[in-house]
């Protein structure tokens, strides 16, 4: 996918961020989690072009050094060019540690239990400082990831509270990227969730490329199967898969409805 007009989706987003929070009195402005990757990077300079309050918080959990460097390069800069923005670290680790080892052993060594009660932990540390100061917090999951594959934990990055360029294909989040300015570490870093301690990307999670899985998502429901390549009909079992088994993510807590 590509944007037909960058300063125009740009100015768009920074819009209806600042028309939000006109209707909500008791909010100041933005808190973004930036983990060192092109989605954080991309809403945390568009909240700081609303002109609103907003702070940008790096949480290292054991993180690789070369993603908690892009985050802190990325903070950097936008504080350097906006006033209204200022940077915080909090690091994480000592409280993951101490939160692991209450954990029975058998969950501990759960690699993806682990992995998420990494993003659930930083959920809680951006709902504790945005609401000392005011803030809401702010989404970073694209349209692939939030619609498409569910690719995100559930009340760990999952939980904000506005979703800024979530009807944003991930390609468009890196032309959008390119166009404000991000810093040429993230945007030629490979896509990594960030939640396993080391560099492992989400193609190697997923098993296709956020190209390949925008290609699957904007087939025509008319498309024929046997037209597409072996390739695609392998990416295409992936996206209906995790499509399918992340419902609950993308849809509504279920409420059981009793008859009065």
Not at 101 to 119: D, E, G, I, K
Request: glycine share 8%; aromatic share 8%; charged share 20%.
């Amino acid at each position: 996918m590509a944007l037909s007009d960058c300063s125009r989706v740009a100015h768009h987003i920074v819009d209806w961020l600042n028309h939000y929070i006109a209707d909500i009195p008791s909010i100041n402005g933005f808190i973004v989690g930036v983990s060192g990757g092109v989605d954080s990077a991309l809403v945390a300079m568009l909240c700081a072009r609303t002109g609103q309050q907003v702070i940008l918080l790096n949480m290292p959990i054991r993180q690789a050094s070369s993603e908690y460097d892009r985050a802190k390069k990325q903070i950097e800069t936008i504080e350097n060019m906006y006033p209204n923005v200022r940077g915080m670290e909090l690091n994480l680790d000592s409280p993951f540690s101490a939160l692991e080892m209450v954990f029975p052993s058998n969950v501990r060594v759960n690699q993806l239990a682990m992995a998420n009660t990494r993003s659930r932990l930083r959920m809680l540390s951006l709902y504790a400082v945005g609401q000392e100061h005011q803030l809401l917090v702010t989404g970073t999951g694209n349209k692939i990831e939030d619609y498409g594959i569910g690719f995100f934990t559930k009340y760990g990055d999952g939980g904000v509270d506005i979703s800024p360029i979530g009807d944003l294909y991930k390609s468009e989040v890196f032309e959008l990227a390119q166009f404000l300015g991000i810093i040429p570490e993230i945007l030629n870093a490979k896509p990594t969730d960030g939640l396993w301690g080391d560099e492992k990307s989400d193609e190697d999670q997923i098993g296709a490329s956020y190209e390949e899985l925008e290609f699957i998502m904007n087939l025509s429901i008319d498309t024929n199967i046997s037209e597409l390549t072996a390739r695609q009909r392998e990416v295409k079992a992936i996206y209906d898969r995790m499509h399918r088994i992340n419902q609950h993510k993308m849809k509504p807590i279920p409420i059981c409805l009793i008859e009065r």
